[in-house]
T-cell receptor, first 111, second 112 residues
Framework: TQLLEQSPQFLSIQEGENLTVYCNSSSVFSSLQWYRQEPGEGPVLLVTVVTGGEVKKLKRLTFQFGDARKDSSLHITAAQPGDTGLYLC???????????FGTGTRLTIIP | DVKVTQSSRYLVKRTGEKVFLECVQD?????MFWYRQDPGLGLRLIYF???????EKGDIPEGYSVSREKKERFSLILESASTNQTSMYLC???????????FGQGTRLTVV
């Protein structure tokens, strides 16, 4: 299994601040997804990035896929308490239906 | 609204019991998955099924088996529960050739 390393593992910031979390691997992925998971619930898909260098925006969240398709970042602008949760990246390899999940970043936004 | 439903949110079982975790999806997806989630270890794939009666081992299949008799239902079986199987279990489904997974709400299993 090819590992996806996420950093930081934990992040606690004040409401209104900006933040970036990272998802890195040594292998190339066909596509990469970001999920958010709230306590006691299953992960929910936020976005899928497919093309190397691709940037997608979802309101205050900006997702980028690395040029080499080995890494991704999630940037949140003006964080709000509702952004609190566990953020997971996941990648798939060409022709493989299975996802490899990252280790997760637990984000806490302090009001 | 698309849905993946797991039969229980919380379960407490005794060591040695046979445990069944059920998952149903209403999206007509071909692929279904069982993961376990533990702090610091992320989501680890236990088993994967890409069609009825078809299954493939994931990264940590030891101590588990699965059953998929109908397309919409995927069951995880703990043949003889042990305390190290205490975990959050997540079921997911996805359409073929589309990697995005839809997850159930999870089952928190405690083995005592």
């Amino acid at each position: 299994t090819q590992l996806l390393e996420q950093s930081p593992q934990f992040l606690s910031i004040q409401e209104g601040e900006n933040l970036t979390v990272y998802c890195n691997s040594s292998s190339v992925f066909s596509s990469l997804q970001w999920y958010r998971q709230e306590p006691g619930e299953g992960p929910v898909l936020l976005v899928t990035v497919v093309t190397g260098g691709e940037v997608k925006k979802l309101k205050r969240l900006t997702f980028q896929f690395g040029d080499a398709r080995k890494d991704s970042s999630l940037h949140i602008t003006a964080a709000q308490p509702g952004d609190t949760g566990l953020y997971l990246c996941a990648g798939d390899h060409f022709g493989n239906e299975k996802l490899t999940f990252g280790t997760g970043t637990r984000l806490t936004i302090i009001p | 609204d698309v849905k993946v439903t797991q039969s229980s949110r919380y379960l407490v079982k005794r060591t040695g019991e046979k445990v069944f975790l059920e998952c149903v999806q209403d999206m007509d997806h071909e692929n279904m998955f069982w993961y376990r989630q533990d702090p610091g270890l992320g989501l680890r794939l236990i088993y994967f099924s890409y069609d009825v009666k078809m299954k493939e081992k994931g990264d940590i299949p030891e101590g588990y088996s699965v059953s998929r008799e109908k397309k919409e239902r995927f069951s995880l079986i703990l043949e003889s529960a042990s305390t190290n199987q205490t975990s959050m279990y997540l079921c997911a489904s996805s359409p073929i050739s589309h990697p995005e997974a839809f997850f159930g709400q999870g089952t928190r299993l405690t083995v005592v």
